[in-house]
């Protein structure tokens, strides 16, 4: 099955893409303070999915962060991987910016987190509702030679397609 070209980019690129952001999270949910840290994935031209890499997302919990925030993939782009591309973007934003632990909660996504690597902490209340709390331990970016061969097998291709296209 072919699928269209993806690119990814932030809303502080692409700031016309603010609204279709924001009508995706809806009134329940902010964006991140900057608009740097909000990715938008595209297919083919076409806004496919988000994700934000924002300092609070647990009103609760103030003492964790920064937070993988906002993941969403409209229904029409589900089944492609893209929210896989999406948490690797965030990881590896976060991992550049030397963070040691992302933090997430999620009401119904336990599962695809923890195939993509994540552990749940424990249960936790999200704007109300019953949710997990959610980390995943990020390795130190290395300089060495052999640690970029090494790990670029293990990459994902989100996060291979966000390096090549900064």
Known sequence: ???????LVTLKARPDLLAI???WLGERRALPAGPEHCFVLLAGGVPAGTASLAESSLATRPD?????AN????????GR?????????????AQAARVPTLW???????????????????????QGDPATLMRRDLAP???SRTYQKSKAC??????RAESAAT
Request: a positive charge; charged letters at 20%.
């Open 64 to 68: 964790l962060g920064p937070w993988l």
């Open 141 to 143: 970016v290395q300089k």
């Open 1 to 7: 099955m072919h699928h269209a070209p993806l690119d």
């Open 21 to 23: 952001v924001q009508s």
């Open 81 to 93: 991987g893209y929210a896989g591309q999406l948490v690797g973007t965030v990881e590896g934003a």
């Open 71 to 78: 993941l969403f993939v409209p229904e029409r782009f589900r």
């Open 104 to 126: 997430l909660v999620t009401r119904s996504a336990e599962r695809l987190y923890a195939r993509l690597g994540w552990q749940a902490v424990g249960p936790a209340l999200f």
């Open 154 to 159: 293990q990459k994902s291709k989100a996060y």
